[in-house]
């Protein structure tokens, strides 16, 4: 923040530089004040999570931007968040002319508790000008399956800009076992970025069971000369989200930290596929959320 400006004085000049040292070390002090009590709030807060009643109060509080995005995250955090009033209330704000962070946190919580019909909804937000929304709906979709969006997502793979969103949907496409996602991520193994190659690598692992490196022209090769190449598909996880526990984790008793586990997307039928995942085999890097 810029200083004010300084009114005239007469005072010798020692003394205004002396009088200016004294404030500035005053604010200082103050300013410590205020960030250790914010971390005290913090902390508290994270032993002392807010209340239903609050979350509900703040998710649904159009007028204050921050206040809401606050409570549509935590509701799709809450097991109790996908009731029908919620899924309702995060359809509302990603179909309305509302913040960008609140369609945002409203498309991460209905890619948590929606439906596969919500795919389609979640879709429409691929081709949104604002970067983190597109990356929100990318991850979402890796939760929610529904075949009709398979194409809507290839083809914002091989058009997006933004290297974390292009990860996000090279990821997402490993559900979804047809030549047109097939040849996508060949593009994607192509692309300059290298997370993006690994996600693509990954993916087309899911899809066929096969292992051909992060050359394309050895998938091509291996994929003009065999008749099924998704009949060893394995099954699809999204991935989700871990770090290792801190201080505060360990002693939080009162609100234990508890990661969750990579899962099935909403709407994929399972059957027939084998796992590539149990606890003491956890997915590939690329495989992560973040």
């Not at 206040?67 to 509701?75: A, D, P, S, T």
Request: glycine letters at 8%; aromatic letters at 8%.
């Amino acid at each position: 923040m810029e200083d004010s400006e300084h009114r005239t004085s007469n005072r010798p000049v020692c003394t205004r530089v002396l009088t200016r040292a004294a404030v500035l070390t005053l604010v200082a002090g103050l300013t410590g004040c205020d960030s250790l009590s914010s971390d005290i709030s913090n902390m508290t807060s994270s032993f002392l999570p807010p209340s239903g009643a609050q979350v509900g109060t703040w998710a649904t509080d159009f007028t204050n931007p921050e206040e809401q995005q606050k409570g549509l995250v935590l509701l799709g955090m809450a097991t109790w968040g996908g009731g029908e009033e919620y899924l309702k209330l995060y359809r509302t704000c990603i179909e309305g002319p509302w913040d960008p962070l609140v369609k945002a946190a409203a498309i991460r919580s209905l890619g948590i508790h929606g439906e596969p019909e919500d795919a389609l909804l979640i879709a429409g937000q691929l081709t949104n000008e604002i970067e983190y929304i597109r990356l929100e709906a990318a991850k979402s979709l890796q939760r929610i399956h529904n075949v009709e969006v398979s194409d809507d997502i290839w083809r914002r793979l091989v058009l997006e800009t933004d290297s974390s969103v292009k990860v996000e949907l090279a990821i997402a496409l490993g559900q979804y076992p047809n030549d047109g996602v097939f040849q996508a991520l060949l593009q994607a193994l192509d692309m300059r970025e290298l997370a993006v190659n690994l996600a693509a690598w990954d993916s087309l692992r899911y899809l066929t069971g096969q292992n051909h490196g992060s050359n394309s022209r050895d998938w091509i090769a291996w994929y003009e000369t065999t008749r099924s190449p998704f009949a060893e598909e394995e099954i699809y996880l999204y991935p989700v989200y871990t770090r290792p526990l801190g201080f505060f984790d360990k002693i939080n008793f009162l609100n234990p930290t508890v990661w969750e586990k990579p899962g099935i997307p909403t709407g994929l039928q399972e059957a027939g596929r084998k796992s590539t995942w149990t606890e003491v085999d956890p997915p590939p890097p690329s495989q992560k959320g973040a």
